[in-house]
C-alpha cells in the first residue's frame, strides 16, 4: 500500500496569514500515460464529513474558494491556505488514488493562533 | 443535487453482523463508483472498499477483507455494506462516497455517516 505521511500534524495561524500543509507519498502518484498525479485534498469540520477541495494535485472544485490551492508532483505535495480565515478551522487530509487502496495521510488540524 | 443517505448502522456485539445501505440521487449512479470509508473515534480516516460503476471490480481495504462485503443495486441508486464478524476496532462512523470518475478517483460527495458500534 502507498503510505502517505502529512506534516506538520498541527499548525496554529493568525487569521489573513497563510497555512501550508505537506503530504508526502511512499511512491509516486504521477500517472505518466496522462501526467496527472492522482493526489487529492479534502476538508474536514467537525461533525461533518470530508469535503473534496482540490483533486489532480491542483485543481479546485467547484465552488472552493481560490485561496485554497494545490501543488507538487511524484511524491511530495502542499496544500496553501493563503488567507486563513475563521471558516477553514478544520481537519485536512491528503489522499492518493492512483492506487488501490486509496490510502489517507493521518490528517493536519488547522487552528486560529 | 447530490445527495447521499446511509442508513442501518446502531450497536452490535463482537461477533455479529449489520448490513449499512446508502441511498443515493442526484447524479447517474451507474456511471460512478461507490466507496465506503471509515472513521473510528477521535481518528483519521480510513477507506474500506469500493465497488466499481458496473458491479465487476470490488476491493477490500486487508483489515476487512473477508469479513465485509460491498454491493450495489443500479436499479435502486443504493450501494450496500455487508459486515459479518464485527469486531471492536470496527467501531466507526461509516461514510458512502461518491466517486467523480468509474471506480478509481476522488470522491466527490460524502454521506454525513452511518454510525457502528461494536460492544458487549
Known amino acids: 500500500d502507498i503510505v502517505m505521511t502529512q506534516s506538520p500534524d498541527s499548525l496554529a495561524v493568525s487569521l489573513g496569514e497563510r497555512a501550508t500543509i505537506n503530504c508526502k507519498s511512499s511512491?509516486?502518484?504521477?500517472?505518466?500515460?496522462?501526467?496527472?498525479?492522482?493526489l487529492a485534498w479534502y476538508q474536514q469540520k467537525p461533525g461533518q464529513p470530508p469535503k473534496l477541495l482540490i483533486y489532480?494535485?491542483?485543481t479546485r472544485e467547484y465552488g472552493v474558494p481560490d485561496r485554497f490551492s494545490g501543488s507538487g508532483s511524484g511524491t511530495d505535495f502542499t496544500l496553501t491556505i493563503s488567507r486563513l480565515q475563521a471558516e477553514d478551522v478544520a481537519v485536512y487530509y491528503c489522499?492518493?488514488?492512483?492506487?488501490?487502496?486509496?490510502?489517507f495521510g493521518q490528517g493536519t488540524k488547522v487552528e486560529i493562533k | 443535487q447530490v445527495q447521499l443517505l446511509e442508513s442501518g448502522g446502531g450497536v452490535v456485539q463482537p461477533g455479529g453482523s449489520l448490513r449499512l445501505s446508502c441511498a443515493a440521487s442526484?447524479?447517474?449512479?451507474?456511471?460512478?463508483?461507490m466507496h465506503w470509508v471509515r472513521q473510528a473515534p477521535g481518528k483519521g480516516l480510513e477507506w474500506v472498499a469500493v465497488?466499481?460503476?458496473?458491479?465487476?471490480?470490488?476491493y477490500y481495504a486487508d483489515s476487512v477483507k473477508g469479513r465485509f462485503t460491498i454491493s450495489r443495486d443500479n436499479s435502486e441508486n443504493t450501494v450496500f455494506l455487508q459486515m459479518n464478524s464485527l469486531r471492536a476496532e470496527d467501531t466507526a462512523v461509516y461514510y458512502c462516497?461518491?466517486?467523480?470518475?468509474?471506480?478509481?478517483?476522488?470522491?466527490?460527495?460524502w454521506g454525513q455517516g452511518a454510525p457502528v458500534t461494536v460492544s458487549s
Open positions: 465497488i466499481s460503476y458496473d458491479v465487476r471490480n470490488t
Open positions: 442526484g447524479f447517474s449512479f451507474n456511471n460512478h463508483g
Open positions: 462516497a461518491k466517486d467523480k470518475r468509474k471506480y478509481h478517483g476522488e470522491f466527490d460527495y
Open positions: 511512491q509516486s502518484v504521477l500517472y505518466r500515460s496522462d501526467n496527472e498525479n492522482y
Open positions: 489532480w494535485a491542483s
Open positions: 489522499q492518493q488514488y492512483y492506487d488501490t487502496p486509496g490510502t
